[in-house]
C-alpha cells in the first residue's frame, strides 16, 4: 500500500496543499511530535480551510534523535492525517483530517544555514514551540562558529540574532514566540533563556534591548490530549479504508484549548477564534490555569489513591464506577467549585467538559501513571481546596478529606529491595513512584507506629506533622483533621472487608 503522499489526494485536499506550497513561511515550529501536530498545526489547517490564513510553517526538530519524524513528514509533503474522536456534546464523534500546513521540514543539526536563513525572511512573524519541560531550559553551551546549537532556546537565540543583524535592528522585524511546554510563565522563562544566552556568547546590549522591547514573549497554557499513533489493529483498518498507510498519523480528543497572555488584536496575525477554535486571549492566564490544577489535575489526584487501593485501573472505569464516579462529581461540584474565586457556572461547565474527556472510550489513561509525584501533586492541587475550609467554622469537607485519607493510606508503604511498595485494600501489592527522600520519611513513620503501636489517630498526626512533604504542619492548623482522617481511613478499610 501506498504511503500518503500528495499525489493520492483528493481534489479539495489537492488545492489546500497547492496553496500550502505555495504560500511563504509565516511560522517557525521547533518540535515534530504528535502535541504540535495535533494541537497547533491543526488550528493552522482549520484557519486554511476557512481561508483566514495565507501562511505556511517550517517545522524542525529541537533534538537530534528528532530526525526520522522529519524524514518521515518530509517523505510524505509535509502531509499526516490526524483523526479526533471522542465524545463531544455526549456524543460520540470521529473525524479524519488530512493536515496541510508544512511547507517545509527538516534537520536543523544537519542544515544549519537553512535554519538560520529563516531569520533573514521578512515573511517569518512567528515562532511556536513545544520541546517539552526539559527542552525550555538554559543549560550553558558553547558557540561554535558554523556548528548548530543543541538546546531550543539557544537555536532560538542564534536565529534572533541572525535576523537582528539582517535587518539592522528594525523593530517591526520582532517575532511573536508562543511556546507550549507545560511551564508556568513559559514565555517568560523563554525570553530569560534567550537573554542568559546572549550575555553567554558576548552580544552587544543594543541586541538584548531589541530582544526585550520588539520580540513578544507569551505566556500561554495548553490543554488537549492527543493520543498520537493508534495501538492494536485500528491504523491498518483505517489504512484499508483509506486506501494509503501513514506512518505519521496521530489521533486526539475533540476537546482543546488554547488561553494565551496577550491583546486579541493578535487575531490578526492567527486568526484562530476567527475559525471557531476554543483559544482565548486574555490578560491574565492565572483563571485558566487555577481552574485546570484545581478541577481537572485535581479531580485525577482525587480518584487515583482511592481508585487504586480498590484494584480500579484507568480513569474511565473510575469514573463509570458505581461509587467512585459519583463521588468524584460530587466532590467536584460540592467542594472544590465553591473553594475558588471564579463564577460558579463557568466552572461547573468546565467541569463537565472534564467528565466527558475522562469518559473518552478512546483514551486509555491508567491510574498508576497519573499516580507518580502524588505527594507534590495533592499539595498543589487538592490542599489549596480543603484547607479553604479549616479555621472557618464548617464542617470538614467530606469528599476532600476522603481523597486525603485514601492517599495517606496509598502511601502506607515500606522499603523493599525492589523500592517502595503498599497494599490494596483487597491485600494485592504495588510499587510507589514518588521523591526517595519523602517516602522514606512516610514510610518510616509507619514503621515507626507499627513498632510502637500507635493509634491510627497519632500516626495520622505524625504524618501531617511532617512539613518537608506539606511546606507547612497541617497537625498544628487543623488540630481536628487527625481524629477526621482516622474516621475515613478505618471506615475505607471496614467496607472493604465487608
Given at each position: ?278 483559544v482565548h486571549w486574555v490578560s491574565d492566564l492565572k483563571p485558566f490555569q487555577l481552574r485546570k490544577v484545581r478541577i481537572l489535575n485535581g479531580a485525577h489526584t482525587l480518584m487515583t489513591p482511592i481508585g487504586l487501593l480498590h484494584g480500579i485501573e484507568q480513569v474511565r472505569e473510575a469514573m463509570e464506577h458505581g461509587e467512585l464516579g459519583p463521588f468524584v462529581r460530587g466532590t467536584v461540584e460540592r467542594e472544590i467549585v465553591p473553594s475558588l474565586p471564579i463564577a460558579e457556572e463557568e466552572l461547573k461547565q468546565y467541569a463537565a467538559a472534564v467528565y466527558e474527556r475522562f469518559l473518552n472510550p478512546f483514551i486509555r489513561h491508567r491510574l498508576s501513571d497519573i499516580a507518580m509525584n502524588s505527594l507534590s501533586k ?121
Amino acid at each position: 500500500m501506498n504511503k500518503l503522499n500528495r499525489n493520492g489526494l483528493t481534489e479539495e485536499q489537492r488545492s489546500l496543499y497547492e496553496q500550502t506550497k505555495q504560500a511563504p513561511v509565516t511560522v517557525l515550529q521547533i518540535g515534530e511530535g504528535n502535541f504540535l501536530r495535533g494541537f497547533f498545526d491543526w488550528m493552522l489547517h482549520e484557519c486554511r480551510k476557512r481561508g483566514l490564513y495565507e501562511g505556511s510553517v517550517a517545522v524542525t526538530q529541537p533534538r537530534p534523535g528528532g530526525k526520522p519524524k522529519i524524514e518521515a513528514l518530509a517523505e510524505q509533503d509535509g502531509l499526516y492525517t490526524l483523526v479526533i474522536r471522542g465524545l463531544e456534546n455526549g456524543e460520540s464523534v470521529q473525524r479524519t483530517e488530512v493536515i496541510s500546513v508544512f511547507r517545509e521540514a527538516f534537520d536543523p543539526y544537519s542544515d544549519w544555514d537553512r535554519f538560520l536563513a529563516l531569520a533573514e525572511s521578512a515573511d517569518l512573524r512567528v515562532v511556536v514551540s513545544n520541546t517539552t519541560e526539559a527542552g525550555l531550559a538554559y543549560r550553558p553551551e558553547e558557540l561554535a562558529d558554523g556548528q548548530p546549537v543543541q538546546s531550543f532556546p539557544g537555536k532560538l537565540t542564534q536565529l534572533l540574532y541572525r535576523r537582528y543583524v539582517h535587518f539592522k535592528g528594525d523593530p517591526a522585524r520582532g517575532l511573536i514566540c508562543l511556546p507550549c511546554e507545560l511551564l508556568e510563565r513559559n514565555g517568560d522563562e523563554l525570553r530569560s533563556c534567550v537573554l542568559r544566552y546572549s550575555d553567554d556568547w558576548g552580544y552587544p546590549e543594543a541586541f538584548k534591548e531589541w530582544v526585550a522591547r520588539h520580540n513578544r514573549f507569551l505566556n500561554s497554557l495548553v490543554d488537549r490530549i492527543v493520543t498520537g499513533y493508534p495501538g492494536g489493529e485500528q491504523a491498518e483498518a483505517w489504512f484499508g479504508e483509506w486506501g494509503y498507510a501513514d506512518p505519521m498519523l496521530s489521533t486526539a480528543e475533540p476537546y482543546h484549548l488554547w488561553a494565551i497572555e496577550a491583546e486579541p488584536a493578535l487575531e490578526e496575525i492567527l486568526p484562530l477564534r476567527k475559525a471557531g477554535l476554543n483559544v482565548h486571549w486574555v490578560s491574565d492566564l492565572k483563571p485558566f490555569q487555577l481552574r485546570k490544577v484545581r478541577i481537572l489535575n485535581g479531580a485525577h489526584t482525587l480518584m487515583t489513591p482511592i481508585g487504586l487501593l480498590h484494584g480500579i485501573e484507568q480513569v474511565r472505569e473510575a469514573m463509570e464506577h458505581g461509587e467512585l464516579g459519583p463521588f468524584v462529581r460530587g466532590t467536584v461540584e460540592r467542594e472544590i467549585v465553591p473553594s475558588l474565586p471564579i463564577a460558579e457556572e463557568e466552572l461547573k461547565q468546565y467541569a463537565a467538559a472534564v467528565y466527558e474527556r475522562f469518559l473518552n472510550p478512546f483514551i486509555r489513561h491508567r491510574l498508576s501513571d497519573i499516580a507518580m509525584n502524588s505527594l507534590s501533586k495533592f499539595k498543589v492541587r487538592l490542599l489549596p481546596s480543603l484547607m479553604h475550609y479549616a479555621g472557618g467554622g464548617e464542617d470538614a469537607p467530606q469528599g476532600l478529606v476522603r481523597g486525603f485519607a485514601g492517599l495517606l493510606r496509598y502511601y502506607k508503604v515500606k522499603r523493599t529491595e525492589a523500592g517502595f511498595v503498599g497494599e490494596t485494600l483487597g491485600g494485592a501489592s504495588y510499587a510507589v513512584r514518588d521523591d526517595a527522600g519523602l517516602l522514606e520519611t512516610i514510610a518510616g513513620v509507619w514503621a515507626q507506629a507499627e513498632e510502637r503501636q500507635w493509634p491510627l489517630e497519632a500516626t495520622i498526626g505524625k504524618l501531617l506533622g511532617l512539613a518537608s512533604v506539606w511546606g507547612r504542619d497541617l497537625a498544628a492548623e487543623w488540630p481536628e483533621l487527625p481524629s477526621i482522617l482516622s474516621k475515613n481511613m478505618t471506615e475505607m478499610e471496614r467496607s472493604a472487608n465487608e
